[in-house]
């Protein structure tokens, strides 16, 4: 199984740079994902590592390292509608790779 | 090109009841998961459907049913609803994992709201 771990909220200022860790345990691992969800809404998809290194994205970038079970998002230049919940979710290798996700982290950008 | 679609879009039930939610994948997907998100929580896997099977299902009583059809739509069942199912439901569609794609699409949700 999984076990993913993420803070549960963090507040940034707008135009500041903000890291999202996440942490998980696992017992077969196929890829990491992180996903953007404002309230009421459904998730979409910023970013996917499975390999270690970092990944950019724009103001978005994505770090993996698979040995120590870690990843972060990083945000640059913040904006107000950066405002949302950022979840952080495991694939399976085994099986057919179900995805879990953690509770998420809500940040919170002031002005 | 349509994204995927799921319908209704909030739903107001009581103890007991029973309810049907669907869900239509994104075009050319043929895998569909059910997600259940509970206010402030991450999206909990409840199952997945490929080529009209369930084919791996998280940690949710048999009141939790699904169904694909042959165009990959879906439907997610509960019956004896409770409190407790008040959530979010998530539809995600993508290819069979067997291909490269990792990408996996969200629906709107349906909001479930059990009295």
């Known amino acids: 199984g999984q076990n993913i771990d993420q803070p549960t909220e963090m507040t940034a200022t707008e135009g500041a740079i903000v890291q999202i860790n996440c942490t998980y345990q696992?017992?077969?691992?196929?890829?990491l994902f992180w996903y953007q969800q404002h309230a009421g809404e459904a998730p979409t998809f910023l970013s996917y590592?499975?390999?270690?290194g970092l990944e950019e994205k724009g103001r978005f970038s994505s770090f993996l390292s698979r040995s120590k079970g870690y990843s972060y998002l990083l945000l640059k230049e913040l904006q107000m509608k950066d405002s949302a919940s950022y979840l952080c979710?495991?694939?399976?290798?085994?099986?057919?790779?179900?995805?879990?996700f953690g509770t998420g982290t809500k940040l919170q950008v002031i002005p | 090109d349509a994204g995927v679609t799921q319908s209704p879009t909030h739903l107001i039930k009581t103890r007991g009841q029973q309810v049907t939610l669907r869900c239509s994948p994104k075009?050319?997907?043929?895998?569909v998961s059910w997600y259940q998100q509970a206010l402030g929580q991450g999206p909990q896997f409840i199952f997945q459907?490929?080529?009209?099977?369930?084919?791996q299902r998280g940690n949710f009583p048999d009141r939790f049913s699904g169904h694909q059809f042959p165009n990959y739509s879906s439907e997610l069942n509960v019956n004896a609803l409770l409190l407790g199912d008040s959530a979010l439901y998530l539809c995600?569609?993508?290819?069979?994992?067997?291909?490269?794609?990792?990408?996996?699409?969200f629906g709107p949700g349906t909001r479930l709201t059990v009295l």
């Open positions: 995600a569609s993508s290819l069979d994992y067997r291909t490269s794609s990792h990408e996996q699409f």
């Open positions: 459907y490929y080529e009209e099977e369930e084919r």
């Open positions: 979710a495991v694939r399976d290798r085994g099986g057919y790779q179900k995805v879990t």
């Open positions: 075009s050319g997907h043929d895998t």
């Open positions: 590592n499975v390999l270690d």
């Open positions: 696992t017992s077969g691992f196929n890829g």
